[in-house]
C-alpha cells in the first residue's frame, strides 16, 4: 500500500510510524483508563462508599477503554508497517510488551495471588499484534469479516467443554475466570483487526486532512502526544503510583463510614430471601441490620471474620431487625 504518511507541505517529516493525532489518541484513552484504576482503588481500599468500578456503567467505561486502546493498537500496526512488516522494529515491541504482560502476571501472583492477571490487556495486545501481522496484507474486506467473526465467536461458540483454565486466553468458555484483568482473545482480537481494517482504509486520507496535519501547540496536546508515545512506561508506573497514594491516604482518614454498604444490603436480601425470608421484610430488614452494625461498631467487621461473640451479636441484630420489617411489610 502506499506510504500513509506524506508529510504536508511545510511541515516537518514525522518518523513513518507516528502521527500525532494518533498518539494524542492514545493519551487520552491512558488517561481515561488511568481515571478507571484509580477508581477501583478507591473501592479496593474502601475509599468509596461501593466500587464504581465494578458496577454496571464501570464495567462498560472499562470495555469501552479496553476497545480503544486495542483499536488503536491495529492502527499503529497499520503506521509501523506500512510498507510491509519491519521485522526488528516489530519484534522489539512484542518483545517489550511480552515483557511488561510478564512482569504484570508476577507482580501481581504475588499481591493478588486468587485473582491474579494471567491474561489482561498486554497479554492480549502482544498475542494480537503477532497473529494481526498477515491481516496487514490480506484484502480489507476479509480483514474485516474477520474481526467481525472474532467478535462475535463468544456468542457463538461458547461451551463449557472449552472451561479448562488452560483455555482461558481464549475466551470461548462458558464462565469467566476469577481475574482482576481479563482480555481473552475472542472478542479482543477483533478489535485489533478491526483497527488494521480501519488503518488501512483511513490513514492515508487521515495524512492528506488537516487532522493528520495536526501538531500540539498547547500543553494539554503536547502532554496527550508524550504520553501516547510513552503509553507502556506509563500503563506500568500509574497503577502501582495510584495504589501507594491512595493507600497512604486511607491511612490518615480511614475507610469511607458507608464502604461497603451498598453490597451488604444487595448480598443480605439474597440470602435472606434464599432462606425463606419475604423479599419485602429482607429488604427492610437488610438496612436496619446495617444500621445496627454501625451503631454497635460491628461494621468494620462486616464482611470479616468475627469473632464468636461478635458473630453471636451480629445474628442477634439481625433477627431482630428482621422480626420487627416482617410486622412492618405484613399486610394490613
Known amino acids: 500500500m502506499p506510504n500513509p504518511l ?43 462508599p461501593e466500587n464504581y468500578a465494578l458496577t454496571g456503567p464501570g464495567r462498560l467505561a472499562a470495555h469501552l477503554i479496553a476497545g480503544a486502546f486495542l483499536l488503536l493498537v491495529g492502527i499503529g500496526l497499520v503506521l509501523m508497517n506500512g510498507h510491509g512488516v519491519r521485522a526488528r522494529p516489530t519484534l522489539l515491541r512484542l518483545l517489550r510488551i511480552g515483557g511488561a504482560a510478564l512482569l504484570i502476571t508476577a507482580a501481581t501472583l504475588l499481591a493478588f495471588p486468587d485473582s491474579y492477571i494471567f ?22 474486506a476479509l480483514t474485516a469479516l474477520a474481526a467481525a467473526l472474532v467478535i462475535a465467536a463468544p456468542h457463538l461458540v461458547a461451551h463449557p467443554l472449552l472451561d479448562a483454565p488452560a483455555l482461558f486466553f481464549l475466551g470461548v468458555g462458558a464462565r469467566a475466570p476469577q481475574t482482576n484483568d481479563y482480555v481473552p482473545l475472542f472478542p479482543w482480537f477483533g ?26 501547540a498547547g500543553r494539554p496536546g503536547r502532554l496527550a ?23 497512604g491516604l486511607v491511612t490518615l482518614t480511614g475507610p469511607n463510614p458507608r464502604a461497603g454498604l451498598p453490597s451488604f444490603r444487595a448480598d443480605y436480601q439474597v440470602n435472606c430471601v434464599r432462606t425463606g425470608g419475604e423479599p419485602g421484610a429482607c429488604r427492610i430488614a437488610a438496612r436496619c441490620t446495617a444500621d445496627a452494625l454501625r451503631k454497635a461498631d460491628l461494621w468494620s467487621s462486616a464482611g470479616q471474620a468475627f469473632t464468636p461473640a461478635e458473630r453471636a451479636r451480629a445474628q442477634s441484630l439481625s433477627q431482630q431487625c428482621y422480626e420487627a420489617a416482617e410486622g412492618t411489610a405484613a399486610p394490613p
Open 191 to 216: 478489535l485489533v483487526l478491526a483497527g488494521v481494517a480501519l488503518g488501512r482504509l483511513g490513514l492515508p486520507a487521515l495524512a492528506r486532512a488537516r487532522l493528520g496535519a495536526w501538531r500540539p
Open 225 to 247: 502526544t508524550w504520553a501516547g508515545r510513552h503509553s507502556l512506561a506509563i500503563y506500568l508506573v500509574h497503577q502501582p503510583l495510584l495504589l501507594a497514594l491512595l493507600a
Open 119 to 140: 491474561f489482561g490487556i498486554l497479554h492480549c495486545i502482544a498475542v494480537s499484534s503477532l497473529l494481526a501481522l498477515p491481516s496487514l496484507f490480506l484484502p480489507v
Open 6 to 48: 506524506p508529510p504536508p507541505t511545510g511541515a516537518p517529516r514525522p518518523s513513518p510510524a507516528r502521527l500525532p493525532v494518533v498518539d494524542a489518541a492514545r493519551g487520552v484513552a491512558l488517561l481515561a483508563m488511568a481515571a478507571y484504576h484509580a477508581t477501583w482503588d478507591l473501592g479496593y481500599l474502601r475509599l468509596t
